[in-house]
């Protein structure tokens, strides 16, 4: 089945600095990778997602970017503030048993600490 | 609109005692999702749901969990004889639709510790 790597666990960075989380899958069926944010407390929140027939999308200080020959994608936050302080999942979708539907595997996070 | 919804937000049990989580997802949803967090390990898929029926329950850790999901709607994830190592979160999630592409948006889930 498919297995996802995420790295780093943990990344700490100042105010204004970017952030980069990397995340690696073997399923080369996967087409599918989303990443959530998820505060203390709460549910995984998507904040960005990525389809395999694009290469890289932004949503103002964030993007995602995507290789699937190397089978790896990327998040980048540009410009951090406090509040991105959260930890982030990256996901793969893979088909699941029941041969018509579809679910996400998860990396096992990376939790970004913003300094002030 | 309303979120997705799980309840008890907060579950404390002994061991050996059965307990059920409550999902209720987005409105006309017709996928639903249910994921277990530990600490350390991420967010595991658990069962999937296509309307009632559940073709995917290849994520069920052991015959002592169960789930269902009546009307395609609400859905009930049942422990029997809860063990320690099932304190976890317990994540519910819902989509549109039950393709590849399809955005899973997730309920704040129930945290459960078995004593």
């Known amino acids: 089945g498919e297995n996802v790597e995420q790295h780093p666990s943990t990344l700490s960075v100042q105010e204004g600095d970017s952030a980069v989380i990397k995340c690696t899958y073997s399923?080369?069926?996967?087409?599918?990778f989303p990443w959530y944010k998820q505060e203390l407390g709460k549910g995984p929140q998507l904040i960005i997602d990525?389809?395999?027939?694009?290469g890289e999308k932004k949503d103002q200080r964030i993007a995602v970017t995507l290789n699937k020959t190397a089978k790896h994608f990327s998040l980048h936050i540009t410009e951090t503030q406090p509040e991105d302080s959260a930890v982030y999942f990256c996901?793969?979708?893979?088909?699941?048993?029941?041969?018509?539907?579809?679910?996400?595997?998860f990396g096992k996070g990376t939790l970004l600490t913003v300094n002030p | 609109g309303a979120g997705v919804s799980q309840s008890p937000s907060n579950k404390v049990t002994e061991k050996g005692k059965d307990v059920e989580l409550r999902c209720d997802p987005i409105?006309?949803?017709?996928?639903l999702y249910w994921y277990r967090q530990s600490l350390g390990q991420g967010l595991e898929f658990l069962i999937y749901?296509?309307?009632?029926?559940?073709?995917?329950k290849s994520g069920l850790p052991s015959d002592r969990f169960s789930a269902e999901r009546t009307g395609g709607s609400v859905s009930t994830l049942t422990i029997q004889r809860t063990q320690q190592e099932d304190s976890a979160v317990y994540l519910c999630?819902?989509?549109?639709?039950?393709?590849?592409?399809?955005?899973?948006?997730f309920g704040p889930g129930t945290r459960l510790l078995v004593l």
């Open positions: 399923d080369s069926a996967s087409n599918y």
């Open positions: 749901f296509q309307g009632n029926s559940a073709p995917d």
């Open positions: 409105s006309g949803h017709t996928a």
């Open positions: 999630a819902s989509s549109s639709g039950w393709g590849p592409k399809e955005t899973q948006y």
């Open positions: 996901a793969a979708s893979t088909i699941g048993s029941g041969g018509s539907n579809y679910k996400l595997t």
């Open positions: 990525i389809r395999s027939n694009v």
